[in-house]
Structure formats: C-alpha cells, structure tokens
C-alpha cells in the first residue's frame, strides 16, 4: 500500500510559477513510476507528467510541454512538478499517482492516488 500526500498549490498570478510536491509512504517508492494528473471542473481529469522510478525517463501532456518539469528524489520520498509561466486554463486540483512497473499517461494505468491539490492561477 502507497499513500500520497501533495502540498504545494495556491492562487498565483498568469505567467507565475509553483512547485507541487507529492511525498509517498513505504519503503518501496523507488520501484514506483509516478504521475501527475490534473482535474479542472466539469473537465475530465487530464495526464500532465510521468517520471519512471529511476527519474530516466519523463513525459508531458501536449499542454504543459516546455513548461512543467517533473523530478523525484526517491531518498526523500517525493516527487515534484515545477510549474513555470502558468495560464488561467492550467486552474485544477492537480493529483499524483503512483504505479508499480514503467510510466503510463492514462489515469486507470495508476494504482495509488493522493487527495489532490488545488492550483488557481489567475488572468
């Protein structure tokens, strides 16, 4: 069993930047793909990033591509999306999730998610 805990979001300006944070429980966070996926409402709840277990590999959704960067520190137990020059339309509970096995973009693929946090930029 993997818990998720994210932290990080807040009301920030267009053009701003955040940093979410997701830190896991378990010994076994290493062996673990993570995503991030959002969820704005009435919308469907859309992939934003995926990083392996080891960190080698990453992906973005087409949206947030040369802006969002996803790390892990799996010593720490976390993973981490950077946010930079964010816009009105990337307003969303943003969630992470977690995976035994390689990185997935769809949001069934995952086995573990957090509560979400909220992330409300402003125009």
């Known amino acids: 069993q993997v818990q998720l805990v994210e932290s990080g979001g807040g009301l920030v300006q267009a053009g701003g930047s955040l940093r979410l944070s997701c830190v896991a429980s378990g010994r076994t966070f290493s062996s673990y793909a993570m995503g991030w996926f959002r969820q704005a409402p009435g919308k469907e709840r859309e992939f934003v990033a995926a990083?392996?277990?080891?960190?080698?590999?990453?992906y973005y959704g087409d949206s947030v591509k040369g802006r969002f960067t996803v790390s892990r520190d799996n010593a720490k137990n976390t993973v981490y999306l950077q946010m930079n020059s964010l816009k009105p339309e990337d307003t969303a509970v943003y969630y992470c999730?977690?995976?035994?096995?390689?990185?997935?973009?769809?949001?069934?693929?995952?086995?573990?998610w957090g509560q979400g946090t909220q992330v409300t930029v402003s125009s």
């Open positions: 999730a977690a995976r035994s096995g390689s990185s997935r973009t769809r949001a069934y693929d995952y086995d573990y």
């Open positions: 990083i392996s277990w080891g960190g080698y590999n990453t």
